[in-house]
């Protein structure tokens, strides 16, 4: 049941309309009811792991407050080095399997997302930044809550657990907000991102079938369809939240208007970004080092941290080679942004037009390089794809450049991976076309006009926001359509595995 299928709507309705008229003593309990009943219908299998997760992380936090010194420390250790194994062995242990020895074992969906999340509230909570949570269900709802426990985005205890604690009664102001949003993620989600999936899912498998040209679009349109996927998917949870009485925090601000790969970082995925910045990047750079030094230097030098943060950022999408290439890769960027700025100095805040575009699109470029890697190291097993496939594919991308050849492989793509019709394939393409002017049309307007604030306020104050309204339905509707055949479907969202 994903949150972009008509069963999942049928289920927040009986939620929203149960939860908001329940005594407020009554509301967390019911909401992990619901949570747990969600999981249990997309994965019942590993639901009892995810109790056990969030049993585990409540324990610890309690240990923590029976204690004080040394002894809270050894809570905080224990919980910390005990959840990350706990993640560590789901998301690697399939590469210790052989067919006549260790059986895989499936990686409950969305894992990492509150693991992450339990591990910053017990940090938080040995730091002083949020109080401990003593209520078991207030606890395991902050981790299991069904908007954010497949993919986010991190939440942070201080946050939304005292959210937990308030009473949440229908508001209809706040309802239109969360109705706004849920239609501009449903978009995204169905009428940008799958639909674009179904011409990268036909070429990448097949790339060296060919040209240039066609692998460079098929590379653009994975760059977006993971982008309106993931964002698409935050602003659904996020609307999920608002409808329930909840705010949660943004994911997504315009990230392609960045003009280099900090500010780039600053608005992706920004619940995983910030939480890289605040529990791994501060304590690497602030850590006493001397004793392993020998004196010579107390601190870590930041190179070696900004590399660490982006080597663990691909290590974390995946254990295999593609993915620690594109880790690789955003160590480089960032890293060459910073010696650059050191020999040239740093560049000015006010700078022609001509320039802070070339600059887009100089990141933007870079970012799609490192695409390729990241979707062939999401490749089916079905169709597994190496990290040779990912140079061998970039490599075509400079051969076949001929515009005849071009337009018959953008006919045979579509044609025959998933239209048969010509008239359908035009439309295809037409489609595409539409959706893409609309979402970046809202993208530019939010990034340059509402200076990045919440999507929905943006919405709600477009001078043809009606039009707009008009324009999204109905392209969500030919989205759903378009799926109905089976096309485009991507589950939970294409973080999910992650």
Known sequence: MSLQSFGFFGFLLVVAAVYLHLPQRWQ?????????VFYALAMPSMLPVTIAIAVFTYLCGCGMTAREGAHKTAFLRIGVVGLLAILAFFKYNGAFASDGGWQAVAMPLGIS????????????????DCEVEKNFIDCALFLNFFATVTQGPICRAGALLPQFKEEHRFDAARTVRALRLMALGLFKLVAVSDVLGLLVDEVFPNYRSYGGPMLVLAAVFYTFQLYFNFSGYSEVARAVGLLLGLELPENFKTPFFATNFSGFWSRWHISFSSWLQDYLFMPLAWADVSGLTGGKTSRLPAEFCVFTVFFVSGFWHGNTLPFVVWGLLQASYRLGEELLHRRLGKPKKKAPARVLWAKRAGVFVLWCVSMVFFRVGSSPAAAPLTVGDAFA???RCFMGWGPARFASELYAAASGGFYANAIMVAAYYGFVALVLALAFYLDTRRAFAFKNKPSEICLANEKHRWAVYYALVVALLAGYIMQSGGFGSSGFGMYAGF
């Open 113 to 128: 997302f509150y693991s992450f999340a339990a591990i910053s509230y017990l940090i938080d909570a040995a730091r002083g």
């Open 393 to 395: 594919y970039l490599g």
């Open 28 to 36: 967390s309990a019911f909401l992990l009811a619901a949570s747990w």
